[in-house]
């Protein structure tokens, strides 16, 4: 018996397959390209979304012996894209979650004072980081199709579509959640948010609980799989939450990936998101109801590595990058800001810039590509501060998940950082493990107590207890901020 997660994210494709005590059985995945279409301007092909989509489903068909009990999906939340309805053709681009071609109507809408209004109804931030501008944006560009044609849908929505045949788009709540466009107080699209967005609401998905049943395989390129039902839609980070059974109040996880996103589980109670962070929900299950979490959304944490490789030439690979960042002990001076999409929690600035600071003439590469991987542990320590303070209590244990969670050093200077335990999760592939395991969830086939007795920790790392080097680090990186007049002098 086996259960399939297909995890679609900024850079990859990734399909695997579980069995119910949450072995990994098969694995395959494809690389996803994007398009810079000029500063700000990110877009993906969705068609290459979902032809790479059925390649992976394709090698697990024919690696196992049987068909799948059920298929879940997880995909990168905030990205959009446009269809036909009836002939299933995309008819834009995907518009990618780090889009920030909408900054320019956030902050006119901030300026008008309509930003607490959009927390209060969403949980979220006005910032272009969301779906409702990138919504825009392509409604307002659509020309001589009949708005009644088009489906409107995040990644998953177009997938299900897709691999369905379903012709009426339907979404799940944690994707919804995502849009700025969706109340989260009474479980729909606001039509507040759609005036103020200009977003005709009609064109959504609709939202159906996470663990639902999406629809039947009925592809043809998937033809040993006809009738397999996709029972399990969740965001890519609610999947990982999910996935590291994060089930109970305050529970908490990093994704290491592109950007790195920090959810703690605050159950039924929605709390009111304060100093940078974004309230959304972890999940929504037939017959249990609503979880919500706390988040704290950083824009570019792998990237920003693969920026000292790809652009400043420091090695070939992030080992390496890693190895040359361990060969000292400190970067002295020098500071990696990397604000290239602006910045997330907890400043929210959609117009400050990556930079590097603190060079003189005896910096090195190691000294940057320390600074780079420092970047990533002080803006985690900052987000688990702010968790810390909007759960009344201190963070237990950080799981730690997502590519660069292989990495012992980036490990340990995150819980120096952050002053936690962190444990490495043995299973860096949470995302599709989560979403796989929310679909054997959906059939009934296994109870959520059991997740946890398949999740395992790779190995844990405790805070130094000499607190000089994280103060350091701080205060540093503290006094830049207030250069960028994002924290008080």
């Given at each position: 018996m086996s259960f399939i997660g297909l995890d679609v994210g900024t850079t990859s494709v990734r399909a695997i397959a579980f069995d119910e005590d949450g072995e990994s059985l098969a694995f395959s995945s494809r690389l996803l390209s994007t398009v810079n279409r000029g500063p700000g301007r990110i877009e993906q092909d969705p068609e290459q979304m979902l032809r790479s989509s059925i390649e992976v489903l394709e090698d697990l068909a024919d690696r196992l012996p049987s068909p799948p009990r059920a298929i879940g999906i997880a995909n990168q939340r905030e990205t959009v894209t446009a269809w036909h309805k009836?002939?299933?053709?995309?008819?834009?681009?995907?518009?990618?979650?780090?889009?920030?071609?909408?900054?320019?109507?956030?902050?006119?809408?901030?300026?008008?004072?309509?930003?607490?209004?959009?927390?209060?109804?969403?949980?979220?931030?006005?910032?272009?980081?969301?779906?409702?501008?990138?919504?825009?944006?392509?409604?307002?560009?659509?020309?001589?199709?009949?708005?009644?044609?088009?489906?409107?849908?995040?990644?998953?929505?177009?997938?299900?579509?897709?691999?369905?045949?379903?012709?009426?788009?339907?979404?799940?709540?944690?994707?919804?959640?995502?849009?700025?466009?969706?109340?989260?107080?009474?479980?729909?699209?606001?039509?507040?948010?759609?005036?103020?967005?200009?977003?005709?609401?009609?064109?959504?998905?609709?939202?159906?609980?996470?663990?639902?049943?999406?629809?039947?395989?009925?592809?043809?390129?998937?033809?040993?799989?006809?009738?397999?039902?996709?029972?399990?839609?969740?965001?890519?980070?609610?999947?990982?939450?999910?996935?590291?059974?994060?089930?109970?109040?305050?529970?908490?996880?990093?994704?290491?990936?592109t950007g790195t996103f920090i959810l703690a589980n605050t159950g039924n109670q929605r709390l009111g998101a304060q100093s940078g962070l974004i309230t959304s929900i972890a999940w929504e299950l037939s017959g249990i109801g609503t979880t919500y979490c706390l988040e704290g959304s950083i824009f570019s944490t792998a990237s920003t590595l693969q920026w000292l490789i790809d652009v400043m030439g420091l090695a070939e690979s992030i080992e390496e990058l890693g190895s040359l960042a361990r060969s000292i002990r400190s970067s002295e001076q020098v500071a990696l800001i990397p604000f290239f999409d602006g910045t997330g929690s907890p400043w929210w600035a959609d117009s400050s810039s990556a930079m590097i600071a603190g060079l003189d003439t005896s910096s090195s590469k190691a000294h940057v590509a320390r600074a780079g991987f420092e970047s990533i542990a002080l803006q985690t320590a900052f987000v688990t501060d702010e968790i810390a303070t909007q759960l009344g209590g201190p963070i237990q244990t950080l799981t730690l998940d997502g590519g660069l969670s292989n990495l012992d050093f980036l490990c340990q200077l995150i819980a120096d950082q952050a002053s936690l335990r962190c444990n490495a999760s043995s299973m860096a592939e949470a995302t599709a493990f989560g979403v796989a395991m929310m679909s054997a969830v959906g059939i009934g086939a296994i109870e959520l107590e059991e997740i946890a007795s398949a999740s395992r920790i790779r190995q844990s790392f405790d805070p130094s207890a000499n607190r000089a080097a994280p103060r350091s680090r701080s205060k540093k990186w503290s006094g830049y901020l207030a250069k960028l007049g994002l924290v008080d002098e």
């Open positions: 009836e002939k299933l053709k995309p008819i834009a681009p995907a518009i990618s979650w780090q889009d920030r071609r909408g900054a320019p109507r956030c902050r006119e809408l901030r300026r008008l004072g309509a930003e607490e209004h959009v927390k209060e109804v969403t949980g979220l931030r006005l910032d272009p980081y969301f779906s409702a501008t990138k919504y825009s944006e392509i409604a307002s560009s659509l020309s001589g199709i009949p708005l009644a044609d088009v489906a409107l849908g995040t990644i998953d929505s177009w997938l299900v579509a897709k691999l369905t045949g379903h012709g009426s788009p339907i979404t799940d709540f944690t994707n919804a959640s995502r849009t700025s466009l969706f109340n989260i107080n009474s479980g729909g699209y606001d039509e507040s948010m759609g005036a103020l967005f200009d977003v005709p609401l009609e064109l959504l998905p609709a939202p159906l609980p996470s663990n639902s049943m999406f629809g039947e395989i009925s592809c043809r390129e998937l033809s040993k799989w006809q009738g397999v039902p996709i029972h399990a839609v969740l965001g890519d980070q609610q999947a990982s939450l999910f996935g590291q059974h994060c089930f109970g109040y305050g529970e908490c996880k990093a994704t290491l990936g």
